[in-house]
């Protein structure tokens, strides 16, 4: 109850205030395991998503967000997982293969952290990992205009346009699960959202 009171209230606060709007739902398997991937440069960006998905979204982030005491409520409230960012999170790993096998859907930003600059950059592999192991479609998400609308230095969001875009859905197809196969599909992922934001500024 509590994931859909706070996208039933942002949902419409972002069309009033960054006059918010999502294209290609018809991208977005409507039941079944889904894994969204999406570019990171502003605080915005999981909100943006979550609201924009109709269906409920489980966001990975990183353990020392997560474990910020004035914050936590609310993160353990909205399901999210935490992540430890610097290793490879076994624990993480096995709890969102979990959401992942009751058909699920997974929010995950490759880059680990958000991009000072706005762009797109070089993708961690847990992505592809839980790609790999769950079969799970995955839907690359080009989020647009939050940057500008909240930078990471950014103190307090200006009313840009904020727009997320759904991509045509990825499937892992390789028998193995090796680092150079997991490192090229992280690669395709990426390459996909990049091509999701061109133009945006």
């Known amino acids: 109850m509590f994931y859909w009171f706070i996208k039933g209230m942002f949902w419409p606060l972002g069309q009033i205030y960054f006059r918010m709007r999502r294209r290609g739902l018809e991208n977005l398997p409507r039941s079944g395991s889904v894994i969204l991937v999406a570019n990171h440069s502003s605080y915005l960006d999981p909100p943006a998503l979550g609201s924009a998905c109709p269906r409920k979204v489980h ?42 096998r009751r058909g699920e859907v997974v929010g995950v930003f490759p880059e680990g952290e958000r991009r000072a600059d706005g ?11 839980l790609a790999a192991r769950s079969g799970a479609a995955v839907v690359p998400v080009g989020i647009r205009g939050a940057y500008r609308a909240l930078p990471p230095r950014g103190l307090f969001p200006k009313p840009f346009r904020v727009e997320v875009v759904f991509g045509p859905p990825l499937q892992w197809d390789g028998a193995d699960a090796g680092r150079e196969a997991l ?12 091509d999701l934001i061109k133009g945006d500024s």
């Open 59 to 100: 966001f990975l982030i990183t353990r020392g967000v997560y474990d910020l005491l004035r914050f936590r409520w609310f993160y353990v409230g909205m399901e999210a997982v935490p992540v430890s960012s610097n290793r490879q999170d076994a624990l993480a790993l096995r709890q969102a293969l979990r959401m992942l």
């Open 183 to 194: 490192e090229g599909f992280s690669q395709r992922m990426m390459e996909a959202v990049g």
């Open 119 to 129: 762009k797109v950059g070089e993708p961690r592999l847990g992505a592809a990992l």
